[in-house]
């Protein structure tokens, strides 16, 4: 069984994404997703200042059986990238919902973060998925 | 759901991922993938391969059916339990299967052919056994277990009837043996040492068991797969079928021309390939950029034109990524592949990529 923690937010495609103490939102991948890729080998985690549109892929995570893209849950811009990925991408694997962060974006529209699927709900979604 | 070997609950007991290969329920991985790959090449890792088929090939003339049926020449067999790898060709020459043939005796051969390829490849054995009197036998009554690794034959030989443990460590490479309904050669698809162990099925569960206790790791296809894509070794249907010879595909080698007046299936067609020119041959790839190359990929050689990988990987030996391709036979050292969009770079190596444990092309 996978890890949901109850205090973050989901989308359908297996992101999570974390709004914190200074209204940036975190956005990862769920201890689902790394366990249905297996081994991460590479990450391309997006440059900070890049603009970006809810919904729209903008990091790549590639394990040993497939490339995936991870598509943003908000509208923004990237504050960061996590650049420890680049050399250890296994963190997603250890610690998907901590080190294994991938990428911090600055929302235009706090809204777009409530919307999202609460942890009840991605677990009905993944229950949905594997029967 | 698909078809279970024998092991199939003992997989899912272990929480091992499953997934649909060849139309079996087989086990992906355990846990982590690169880690059962680590494991055997630096110790010991098993996996099951009781989907396979063992067919027992039995008749006065039975050397005459396989010098006729395989492209690589069964008459190279003359000590007992000698092993030998062959594609089976269709008349055009294009590859049926790729399988192992053991000699056993002067009427008695024993084939390990493809789960995915099982019920075509029978079909052809039965259609040609005809005439020469030969029966056609799968051994659906075995499992299979491959151990591999530097020290997977002596932890697997700690559970052997002692007689037959001091034959099968004595065993060189590419020879197997037999004791009662078992069977262990020492032969695999990994690059390192090792044997496949044919025995019972109503035994696998129990053996699996004491392999495991005896320090052998559970490893799925997934490192089934980088394991052999890092020796080098062909997949059927990813790096050769019907459509592609043994010259297109890296396989010239298991082609035995000599004697010239044996008449094997598809030699003709080979023949005429070979008089005109190949036009394409099978290389081994090391991505240079750090991404990763996957089948199906599209290959570009700049002024000699274009590719395809066939297969594609993260090679944790190497830690980069490997492949197999299908180029234009004037291809040199250098290609680009087109990854996401992208144009990256390449080189053209002759694999294996890691024999033995220790990486086999300049990096």
Same mark, same amino acid.
């Given at each position: ?131 | ?24 329920? *087989?086990? !992906? %991985?355990? /846990? ?8 055997? +090449?630096?110790? #010991?890792?098993? &996996?099951? =391969? ?60 024993? *084939?390990? !052919? %493809?789960? /995915? ?8 054995? +039965?259609?040609? #056994?005809?005439? &020469?009197? =030969? ?78 206790? #005896? ?149």
């Amino acid at each position: 069984m996978s890890n949901v923690p109850a205090d973050l937010r989901f989308l359908k495609s297996h992101e999570w994404a974390r709004l914190e103490a200074d209204g940036t939102i975190t956005v990862g991948i769920s201890d689902h997703a790394q366990q249905a890729l297996g081994d991460l080998v590479f990450v391309e985690a997006p440059e900070a200042g890049r603009r970006i549109s809810a919904g729209e892929g903008c990091a790549v995570v590639e394990s040993v059986k497939a490339a995936s893209d991870v598509y943003s849950p908000v509208s923004g811009e990237v504050v960061a990238g996590n650049a420890d990925l680049g050399g250890q991408p296994e963190l997603i694997n250890q610690d998907p919902y901590g080190a294994g962060w991938i990428m911090r974006i600055r929302p235009d529209d706090k809204a777009q973060f409530a919307a999202l699927l609460d942890a009840k709900a991605y677990e009905a979604a993944l229950a949905a998925e594997t029967h | 759901m698909g078809l279970r070997t024998p092991l199939h609950d003992v997989h899912a007991a272990a929480g091992a991922r499953m997934v649909d290969f060849g139309g079996w329920d *087989m086990p !992906v %991985n355990y /846990g982590s993938q690169i880690e059962e790959h680590h494991a055997v +090449r630096r110790d #010991a890792g098993m &996996f099951d =391969v009781s989907h396979m088929c063992v067919v027992d090939l039995r008749g006065a003339r039975v050397r005459d059916y396989l010098r006729r049926l395989l492209a690589n020449d069964v008459a190279k067999l003359t000590e007992p339990g000698k092993a030998l790898y062959s594609c089976m060709l269709r008349e055009d020459g294009g590859v049926i299967d790729d399988l192992i043939v053991y000699y056993l005796d002067d009427q008695w051969y024993r *084939m390990v !052919v %493809n789960a /995915g390829t099982r019920d075509k490849d029978l079909e052809w054995l +039965r259609t040609h #056994a005809a005439g &020469f009197e =030969v029966s056609v036998e799968p051994r659906f009554d075995l499992a299979m277990i491959a151990v591999q690794g530097p020290t997977a034959r002596e932890r697997a030989a700690t559970l052997l009837d002692p007689g037959f443990a001091a034959r099968a460590l004595e065993l060189g490479y590419f020879f197997g043996a037999a004791a009662d309904h078992w069977f262990v050669a020492r032969t695999g698809y990994t690059g390192e040492d090792g044997w496949e162990i044919m025995l019972p099925a109503d035994r696998a569960t129990d053996f699996w068991a004491r392999l495991r206790g #005896a320090g052998v790791r559970p490893c799925g296809l997934g490192a089934r797969d980088t394991l052999r894509l890092e020796a080098g070794m062909n997949l059927y249907g990813n790096d050769m079928d019907e459509s592609t010879s043994p010259l297109e595909s890296g396989l010239g080698w298991t082609i035995a021309w000599d004697p010239q007046d044996r008449d094997f299936i598809g030699r003709a067609a080979l023949a005429a390939q070979k008089a005109h020119g190949v036009a394409r041959k099978l290389v081994g790839l090391v991505l240079t950029d750090r991404a990763v190359l996957r089948s199906h990929q599209k290959v570009i050689v700049p002024a000699v034109g274009e590719g395809e990988v066939t297969s594609g990987t993260f090679s944790p030996t190497l830690e980069r990524s490997i492949g197999l391709a299908r180029v234009p036979s004037q291809t040199a050292d250098r290609c680009e592949v087109e990854i996401r969009g992208r144009l990256l770079h390449a080189a053209v190596v002759r694999p294996p990529f890691v024999r033995h444990g220790k990486i086999a092309v300049a990096l």
